[in-house]
């Protein structure tokens, strides 16, 4: 069977496996009935019409043309902005954090910066090294003068090893 | 008169100079992001809520509301000039707008919007400030039953009005209203689905999703379209004023406008986008007359229209969250979180135990809509110099504050770990379709549905049928029951299917 929607069909069968999980996890909480009702009780409701939800989607999906005829697909996916963006942000954690387990110091918020904003632009499709560096200076600038000066947010500023 | 006295106490408040300048900064900051396409006042809105945490509670509710109200000004520049919708709500904006630009008339488009909007921010506000007082008495009367099937129909209000399809809006409900019930559940001290990680037991920030999927995921599918289809065009603005005839059209549009947005706006789930679309569309019904450029080609009445409803709805739909403590869409929901972290419980009680909050915010309003005109027509140049910056210097800043957004929430780096998990989350709504605008209306609401429904069960003994034999629950359920039957109609289906292609 041929699917006329890919949209839906992948919607619908994200719709069913998140509802079946989350009654399925549901059920080792305690129920209860409508008039005690026990924390999974409400939980086990919803997933339970998020799965049929999720199949009737997907259902649908494989019987009814969609609308405009295009097949709906997904088309593909931006796997460069993927990547850099959300290892931007993480290479962000680790300079505010550290990680512990494997004795990686805090570098703080300025370091963290830089690294986001060298790390995020290369989602995009040009990348000119002293443009870049020019941005993560104004960008550490105002986020110091923002966040650190006048809103006194708490961030550890300057890398753990200079400062402890 | 009562309403003189609030509005008085209201304006005491807001007329002191910090308040003030927060009522500035936060229509200036709404201002930016609508003008800059890509980032809309939910991203923003969850990223400053940190930054509000030192703020005495008016004031941060203050520049938050600017924000929302400011970027349905910030947003009809972007369209006119750009022929992008600098925000979701003046997507109808674009169409008539930047044909008007094309004529060389882009003056008194932009002039069109500004004016239009700044009666319609008023007799908003104006509306807020009436219906407030009348409201909050009926809100006394509601019970957990009549609370819960407040809930459902708002949520069948986001639904109607989603974008796209009926179905998925339904299941993207379903997802908010299960991830708000991650966490400790406040009857039995249970930690849910926190699968014994010690910061999932406070259950997943909103912050953290709105964050997610309504910035990174943004980005990244931004970044994903090639350069070409983010077109940016600079058009000289000359001659801001409209002329007689142009008057002549508009007033009439605009009043329609904001009457249509000020009642789209109170219902739930209904708002800014909604409105702006319903406005145009009945312009459209409207016969032309003689000599009117018609619809499509640059009408001055295809811009006052909507961009007046989507500022009358953008006032107004602080009514349902004020008098009830519902949020009647996803900018609301954070405004309820905004709430809640400066230890306000919304509500009907916010009125009687901090009215100078309510009236202030109220009162603020106004101000803010005066100060938005000022930015937004004697002002414009600034902002047509900003859409010439590009988008690759600013989506890393984007990124950034987000970043450092989440992270001052709580100080700790788990919620960065969490926001890159809905980063991708986010993208792959983008990808499948699935709107994520429901989502975090129904993570709000899990919590006070579980709790209304656990509460109204008890009360009747575990019998459903307490839904529907109160009178007032009752008709709550029936408005819901027969806005789906209308949107189910084939005719009206096959329409609404049409208006959303048209964006």
């Given at each position: 069977?041929?699917?006329?929607?890919?949209?839906?069909?992948?919607?619908g069968?994200?719709?069913?496996?998140?509802?079946?999980?989350?009654?399925?996890?549901?059920?080792?909480?305690?129920?209860?009935?409508?008039?005690?009702?026990?924390?999974?009780?409400f939980?086990?409701?919803?997933?339970?019409?998020m799965?049929?939800?999720g199949s009737?989607?997907?259902?649908?999906?494989?019987?009814?043309?969609?609308?405009?005829?295009?097949?709906?697909?997904?088309?593909?996916f931006?796997?460069?902005?993927?990547?850099?963006?959300?290892?931007?942000?993480?290479v962000?954690?680790?300079?505010?954090?550290?990680?512990?387990?494997?004795?990686?110091?805090?570098?703080g918020?300025?370091?963290?910066?830089?690294?986001?904003?060298?790390?995020?632009?290369?989602?995009?499709?040009?990348?000119?090294?002293?443009?870049?560096?020019?941005?993560?200076?104004?960008?550490?600038?105002?986020?110091?003068?923002?966040f650190?000066?006048l809103?006194?947010?708490?961030?550890?500023?300057?890398?753990?090893?200079?400062?402890? | 008169m009562?309403?003189?006295?609030?509005?008085?106490l209201?304006?005491?408040?807001?007329?002191t100079?910090?308040?003030?300048?927060?009522?500035?900064?936060?229509?200036?900051?709404?201002?930016?992001?609508?003008?800059?396409?890509?980032?809309?006042?939910?991203?923003?809105?969850?990223?400053?809520?940190?930054?509000?945490y030192?703020?005495p509670?008016?004031?941060?509710?203050?520049?938050?509301a600017?924000?929302?109200?400011?970027?349905?000004?910030?947003?009809?520049?972007?369209?006119?000039?750009?022929?992008?919708?600098?925000?979701?709500?003046?997507?109808?904006?674009?169409?008539?707008?930047?044909?008007?630009a094309?004529?060389?008339?882009?003056?008194?488009?932009?002039?069109?919007?500004?004016l239009?909007?700044?009666?319609?921010?008023?007799?908003?506000?104006?509306?807020?400030?009436?219906?407030?007082?009348p409201?909050?008495?009926?809100?006394f009367?509601?019970?957990?039953?009549?609370?819960?099937?407040?809930?459902?129909?708002?949520?069948?209000?986001?639904?109607?009005?989603?974008?796209?399809?009926?179905?998925?809006?339904?299941?993207?409900?379903f997802?908010?209203?299960?991830?708000?019930l991650?966490?400790?559940?406040?009857?039995s001290?249970?930690?849910?689905?926190?699968?014994d990680?010690?910061?999932?037991?406070?259950?997943?920030?909103?912050?953290?999703?709105?964050?997610?999927?309504?910035?990174y995921?943004?980005?990244?599918?931004?970044?994903?379209?090639?350069?070409?289809?983010?077109?940016?065009?600079t058009?000289?603005?000359?001659?801001l004023?409209?002329?007689?005839?142009?008057?002549?059209?508009?007033?009439?549009?605009?009043?329609?406008?904001?009457?249509?947005?000020?009642?789209?706006?109170?219902?739930?789930?209904g708002?800014a986008?909604?409105?702006?679309?319903?406005?145009?569309?009945?312009?459209?019904?409207?016969?032309?007359?003689?000599?009117?450029?018609?619809?499509?080609?640059?009408?001055?009445?295809?811009?006052?229209?909507?961009?007046?409803?989507?500022?009358?709805?953008?006032?107004?739909?602080?009514?349902?969250?004020?008098?009830?403590?519902?949020?009647?869409n996803?900018?609301?929901?954070?405004?309820?979180?905004?709430?809640?972290?400066?230890?306000?419980?919304?509500?009907?009680q916010?009125?009687?135990?901090?009215?100078?909050?309510?009236?202030g915010?109220?009162a603020?309003?106004?101000i803010?809509n005066?100060m938005?005109?000022?930015?937004?027509?004697?002002?414009?140049?600034?902002?047509?110099?900003?859409?010439?910056?590009?988008?690759?210097?600013?989506?890393?800043?984007?990124?950034?504050?987000?970043?450092?957004?989440v992270y001052?929430t709580?100080?700790?780096?788990f919620?960065?770990?969490?926001v890159?998990?809905?980063?991708?989350v986010?993208?792959?709504?983008?990808?499948?379709?699935?709107?994520?605008?429901?989502l975090l209306?129904?993570?709000?609401?899990?919590?006070?549905m579980?709790?209304?429904?656990?509460?109204?069960?008890?009360?009747?003994?575990?019998?459903?049928?307490?839904?529907v034999?109160?009178?007032?629950?009752?008709?709550?359920?029936?408005v819901?029951?027969?806005?789906?039957?209308?949107?189910?109609?084939?005719?009206?289906?096959?329409?609404?299917?049409e208006?959303?292609?048209?964006?």
């Amino acid at each position: 069977m041929a699917i006329k929607s890919q949209k839906d069909f992948f919607s619908g069968l994200l719709f069913t496996a998140v509802g079946v999980a989350f009654a399925w996890g549901a059920t080792n909480y305690s129920v209860g009935t409508g008039a005690r009702m026990g924390p999974g009780y409400f939980p086990l409701i919803l997933g339970i019409c998020m799965a049929l939800l999720g199949s009737v989607i997907t259902f649908k999906s494989l019987v009814v043309e969609p609308a405009d005829g295009a097949g709906d697909k997904i088309g593909s996916f931006a796997w460069k902005p993927l990547f850099y963006i959300i290892a931007a942000n993480l290479v962000f954690g680790l300079s505010i954090g550290g990680l512990p387990s494997i004795k990686l110091p805090a570098m703080g918020l300025i370091f963290g910066i830089f690294a986001l904003t060298f790390i995020a632009s290369k989602a995009g499709e040009e990348f000119k090294f002293k443009e870049v560096a020019i941005l993560a200076v104004i960008l550490s600038l105002m986020s110091y003068a923002a966040f650190i000066l006048l809103l006194k947010l708490q961030f550890p500023v300057w890398p753990a090893f200079l400062t402890a | 008169m009562e309403l003189f006295n609030n509005l008085a106490l209201g304006f005491g408040v807001a007329f002191t100079p910090i308040n003030l300048m927060y009522a500035f900064v936060g229509c200036l900051l709404g201002t930016l992001i609508g003008v800059l396409p890509g980032i809309g006042p939910l991203a923003t809105i969850a990223m400053l809520l940190p930054a509000t945490y030192a703020l005495p509670p008016v004031s941060a509710l203050i520049m938050l509301a600017g924000i929302y109200y400011g970027a349905q000004y910030g947003g009809s520049t972007t369209a006119v000039l750009v022929n992008l919708p600098g925000e979701a709500s003046s997507v109808v904006t674009v169409i008539d707008g930047h044909q008007m630009a094309r004529n060389g008339r882009a003056g008194p488009a932009l002039a069109a919007a500004g004016l239009g909007s700044f009666f319609a921010g008023c007799v908003g506000t104006l509306v807020l400030a009436a219906f407030a007082v009348p409201l909050t008495e009926v809100a006394f009367k509601f019970g957990p039953a009549e609370y819960f099937s407040l809930m459902i129909l708002g949520l069948v209000g986001a639904v109607v009005l989603a974008s796209g399809s009926l179905l998925k809006a339904v299941g993207m409900i379903f997802l908010g209203l299960l991830l708000g019930l991650i966490g400790t559940d406040v009857n039995s001290g249970v930690a849910r689905y926190s699968f014994d990680i010690p910061e999932l037991t406070d259950g997943i920030g909103f912050i953290v999703i709105a964050m997610g999927v309504f910035g990174y995921g943004e980005i990244i599918s931004n970044l994903g379209k090639h350069e070409s289809e983010r077109e940016v065009f600079t058009a000289d603005v000359k001659g801001l004023m409209p002329t007689k005839e142009d008057f002549r059209l508009m007033v009439p549009a605009v009043l329609r406008g904001t009457s249509l947005g000020a009642v789209l706006g109170i219902l739930p789930g209904g708002g800014a986008v909604m409105a702006a679309f319903a406005a145009y569309t009945i312009e459209k019904k409207t016969k032309l007359q003689a000599g009117e450029v018609p619809f499509g080609k640059g009408n001055i009445r295809g811009v006052a229209a909507p961009e007046a409803a989507n500022n009358a709805a953008s006032q107004t739909s602080f009514i349902p969250l004020l008098t009830l403590g519902i949020p009647p869409n996803a900018v609301m929901a954070l405004m309820v979180g905004a709430m809640t972290i400066h230890n306000i419980q919304p509500g009907p009680q916010v009125m009687t135990s901090n009215p100078e909050l309510f009236w202030g915010l109220i009162a603020s309003m106004w101000i803010g809509n005066a100060m938005l005109i000022i930015l937004n027509l004697p002002l414009i140049g600034i902002w047509i110099k900003l859409l010439s910056v590009p988008y690759r210097w600013l989506f890393p800043a984007i990124v950034l504050f987000c970043a450092i957004g989440v992270y001052s929430t709580n100080n700790n780096t788990f919620d960065i770990w969490m926001v890159a998990i809905f980063g991708v989350v986010g993208y792959l709504f983008i990808k499948l379709g699935m709107e994520p605008a429901p989502l975090l209306l129904g993570f709000i609401l899990g919590p006070m549905m579980e709790e209304n429904l656990r509460r109204a069960l008890l009360l009747s003994r575990g019998d459903w049928s307490v839904f529907v034999t109160r009178g007032l629950s009752a008709s709550l359920l029936a408005v819901a029951a027969l806005l789906l039957v209308v949107v189910l109609l084939p005719s009206v289906s096959k329409k609404r299917e049409e208006a959303f292609i048209e964006e």
